[in-house]
């Protein structure tokens, strides 16, 4: 059986910034590493929808990113 460790964590933004030609939406990201990896889904949407309110666009999406390791036990 493998195990995983999680190493580090970032929280990207994705905010609606417009549309094209064609009505679809452009989007635009905002990026914020090194969040700590123990921070739970409940604190890291609590802190992307503060930092919406900050941003002049429009919040889209909020996106978690884990980079773990994976070993044999």
Known sequence: M???????????LV???????DG???FRNKIFNNV????TADNLFAIATAFATLQEHSL????RNDLSTLAEE
């Open 2 to 12: 493998a195990t995983q460790e999680v190493k580090s964590s970032q929280l990207r």
């Open 15 to 21: 905010l609606i910034i417009g549309s094209d030609d």
């Open 60 to 63: 889209y999406e909020v996106v």
């Open 24 to 26: 679809n939406p452009i």
């Open 36 to 39: 700590k990896p123990i921070a």
